[in-house]
């Protein structure tokens, strides 16, 4: 998921015990009320989870599933072309269905036997200290709605979409798992909440939108990068920095516009001994001094 608050639409449950998702009124499926009734409802199932319980079943109609095939068709292309061959691989071993929408449930079971990571349904934004603390224990939070069926290449939010298609294919990585992992047990090692949106952004330039050089071009590892069907083939030509750790904590990037400034590992090794080291051992005096360092 992304982690910002104002990119997802709030979730208020109503005096009565219903739930309502508010679309803002640009939101492609603000005027259809058929849409809107299933996003409710599907928020509704992950408010009323309890983690350990099975995942319930969210109800999508033969136009999402179409939006799926559709989506995964397009992405495919684009990943044989722009993503880093450990995705490549991992998506492989997956083997997430193609042609209609996985339920977060089999998308678990796919995962758990590869790298132990499950799928835990989420309404909307989950509290980042929550949201990352959990992946230490193999767990991801995620969307269950898919976008709108009239704009199937956009989508205004994180959508099951880039959940799935962006972080599963991802976490089916022993290695990419193992940086998962790391970055959960950083959140958990950092008590204040300035180093926490340290970590996170970290994790924002790395695992939802980072490259890598390979063959000596920069592929796509980012989560964000590999569900866009706009933006991956728009990131090669964006301002591309060597791996940082001080720049990344800091840099200030806006969630509702392609991401302008992206940071490359120069390879898997390279992400690991920087990035994966640093989740491993940070705490609030590690980001102060990578603060004071920074000269932002
Ligand atoms: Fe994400």
């Not at 695992?207 to 083939?233: K, N, Q, T, W």
């Not at 509702?256 to 990035?275: C, G, P």
């Amino acid at each position: 998921m992304f982690e910002e608050a104002q990119y997802f639409a709030p979730v208020a449950t109503k005096d009565d015990g219903s739930v309502v998702v508010e679309l803002a009124t640009s939101h492609p499926g603000f005027a259809d009320a058929v849409y809107r009734q299933r996003r409710n409802a599907i928020a509704a199932l992950a408010l009323g989870h309890t983690p350990g319980d099975p995942i319930p079943t969210a109800e999508y109609t033969d136009e999402e599933h179409h939006v799926w095939a559709l989506v995964t068709k397009e992405l495919a292309v684009k990943h044989r072309k722009y993503a880093v061959r450990e995705f490549l691989d991992a998506s492989g071993r997956l083997g997430l269905p193609r042609d209609r929408i996985p339920q977060l449930q089999e998308v678990g079971d796919l995962l758990e036997p590869l790298t132990g990571f499950r799928y835990l349904p989420a309404a909307g934004l989950v509290p980042l200290r929550e949201f990352y603390g959990v992946l230490a224990d193999g767990l991801f939070h995620s969307t269950q709605y898919i976008r709108h069926h009239s704009v199937p290449l956009y989508t205004p939010e994180p959508d099951v979409v880039h959940e799935v298609i962006g972080h599963a294919n991802t976490l089916a990585s022993p290695r990419f798992a193992a940086l998962y992992r790391a970055a959960g047990r950083a959140a958990r090692q950092v008590e204040t909440d300035v180093a926490l949106e340290f970590v996170s952004k970290v994790f924002w330039f790395t695992l939802e939108f980072g490259v890598m050089r390979e063959d000596g071009e920069p592929r796509a590892y980012g989560a964000g990068i590999l569900s866009s069907y706009g933006e991956i083939e728009e990131f090669r030509g964006m301002d591309i920095r060597p791996l940082d750790l001080a720049a990344m904590g800091t840099t200030h990037y806006d969630i509702t516009k392609y991401q302008e400034v992206l940071f490359e590992a120069a390879s898997f090794d390279h992400l690991e001994d920087t990035v994966g080291a640093f989740w491993d051992t940070c705490d609030d005096d590690t980001v102060a001094r990578l603060l004071a360092a920074s000269p932002a």
